[in-house]
């Protein structure tokens, strides 16, 4: 994990001493709501329907326990006890009173956090892939190039104001658990022909009202040449991007607008003008922070136990949290866990202070006191002994945090909705929890197998409802909220847009409706290896249509 220089530190809480005079000013009437909203969200402060909205960053979704220790204790003292993980590794609290936020960030920084750049039209938090570092099918651990990424990216004077916010994922496996394919910047780390490793570079991903798969503009990028790239597009992104309208700004607009061949020859005649200016990495400055992404000194432990079978074969509740929310690691022995965030007793995403500080300590005891967090809204303890396993399930099934759903149907990622989003115009949380409490049933969601439902509570779309198998997209019409089906979509390295199915179902029928379209799945299947999206992909839309309106 990077750790902080002292010129780290200290610029750190120089911001915070910043903002502490803006919220003063504020609090005292020398700053209106208007003038004061641009400092505010530049230190990731948004106003919500409720109360102001606090997101800080999570870089590429690793925490240590004490930082873990630190957002419970902001989550009992500042919030109502509880935070709530997003899509894009960031951790959001609802309700601190403006009073108290730069307390927050003073507390944040002490344990090297912050919410700079959460917020605003400026390079977002850089994510990455929750198994970087342990995943078995990954080419390298790209947290050193996304550390390199959010170093470049942090208070850049030239992109500071974009045309409008900016997000970029790395991902190094296989396969893509980073959801690089809708992001604005996706790099990949493939090799070439000759075995060298650099990147595959996407661009012009994204959802909202205009949801696009990013395009391949790079096939094969060295790694020395990064941030020069990344510069290059940034510079054309921010010359030609429109400004003009808020909906037509973001690069997949520019992307589609420019078409991809000619964007990818604008980016190629700037980066030949920066290309060897001081932003080229030499082996050094990446050696440098590969430094801090080291593995750590594992066991030499054999990759079975038998005492982990006997359990697996005398407690069936342990073997179905493990069939499901285990995954196998690079290190003989070792096993990565999912923590489940969606249980039936509390919004997807969300944890309590108690549940926090209990994970921190399950880290410490369990998991070389680091956890990361997940594009699904979850949680990951990456580094666990397999003969701990049964222990560490009986402490999570105690904390309500052991769900065996990992990737299945109740494995819901969903936004806040119209309980806390001042942009949403229908409920979302409501509508994931009476999914989950109508298919609880293991035997029926495992039988479904890998199958993803997304809700999202307006067409802004961060609940990704665009790239679920299963998408639901909550809008108000004429005073009604209603909500509208997709089918089709994936986050992963086979991407695609989910596809509209019909009119869209009142709050009372959308889960009729979600039943009926898995009760076509499971009858059109090919056999129960076949997953829902490629049962889609092989009969399209008719069969659904036709059960969903007749």
């Not at 999570?58 to 003292?77: C, D, F, V």
Request: hydrophobic letters at 35%; charged letters at 25%; a negative charge.
């Amino acid at each position: 994990m990077y750790q902080y220089s002292e010129q780290d530190h200290q610029l750190l809480l120089e911001r915070v001493e910043q903002f502490r005079g803006q919220v003063q000013r504020r609090l005292k009437g020398q700053l209106s709501e208007d003038e004061f909203k641009q400092q505010r969200l530049r230190n990731g402060l948004y106003l919500q329907l409720h109360a102001y909205m606090l997101r800080v960053a999570i870089p590429y979704g690793l925490l240590s326990a004490e930082q873990m220790r630190t957002l419970a204790h902001i989550a009992r003292k500042y919030d109502k006890g509880y935070g709530h993980f997003s899509t894009r590794q960031n951790i959001q609290y609802n309700w601190p009173q403006l009073e108290d936020v730069p307390d927050i960030l003073d507390d944040l920084a002490a344990v090297e956090m912050h919410a700079i750049q959460t917020s605003g039209n400026c390079i977002r938090n850089t994510t990455s892939d929750p198994l970087a570092g342990v995943a078995r099918d990954e080419l390298e651990d790209p947290r050193p190039y996304c550390e390199l990424i959010r170093q470049w990216s942090t208070f850049h004077p030239e992109f500071n104001f974009l045309p409008r916010k900016f997000k970029i994922a790395v991902s190094g496996a296989i396969h893509d658990r980073a959801a690089v394919a809708v992001h604005d910047i996706g790099l990949r780390l493939v090799n070439n022909a000759e075995n060298e490793t650099g990147f595959e570079i996407y661009v012009g991903g994204g959802l909202g009202r205009t949801p696009m798969i990013g395009k391949l503009i790079r096939d094969f990028l060295p790694k020395e040449d990064m941030l020069t790239y990344l510069e290059a597009i940034l510079r054309v992104y921010n010359q030609l991007g429109r400004r003009d309208n808020l909906y037509k700004a973001r690069i997949k607009i520019l992307v589609h607008e420019t078409g991809e061949d000619e964007f990818r020859a604008l980016v190629e005649e700037e980066w030949q003008k920066i290309k060897a200016t001081g932003l080229h990495l030499r082996e050094q400055d990446i050696d440098r922070i590969k430094a801090f992404f080291v593995d750590p000194e594992y066991d030499d432990l054999p990759d079975t136990d038998r005492e982990f079978e006997n359990q697996i074969l005398s407690n069936p509740d342990f073997a179905r949290w493990a069939d499901k929310n285990i995954e196998l690691h690079k290190q003989s022995g070792y096993r990565v866990v999912y923590l489940s965030l969606k249980s039936a007793h509390q919004p997807p995403g969300d944890v309590t202070a108690d549940q926090m500080d209990a994970i921190a300590d399950l880290a410490d005891k369990y998991s070389l006191s680091q956890i990361r967090t997940t594009h699904r809204q979850n949680l990951v303890l990456s580094d666990v002994k397999l003969q701990d396993l049964h222990a560490l399930w009986l402490e999570l099934k105690k904390l309500d945090l052991a769900t065996p759903n990992y990737n299945h149907m109740t494995d819901i990622i969903s936004c806040p909705g119209l309980d806390f989003c001042a942009l949403a115009t229908a409920r979302s949380i409501p509508i994931s929890q009476e999914i989950t409490n109508r298919f609880d049933d293991y035997d029926f969601v495992n039988d479904l197998g890998d199958l993803s439902i997304n809700i999202s509570g307006c067409i802004n779309a961060c609940g990704h409802h665009h790239v679920a198998n299963i998408g639901i997209l909550g809008v108000n019409k004429k005073g009604t909220e209603v909500y509208q089906l997709t089918l089709g979509g994936s986050a992963r390295e086979d991407a695609s847009i989910g596809k509209i199915i019909g009119p869209a179902f009142e709050a009372d029928q959308i889960v009729d409706a979600v039943s009926d379209v898995l009760t076509v799945y499971l009858d059109k299947r090919e056999d129960p290896e076949e997953t829902f999206l490629t049962t889609y992909r092989r009969i399209g839309q008719p069969p659904f249509k036709e059960k969903l309106y007749g």
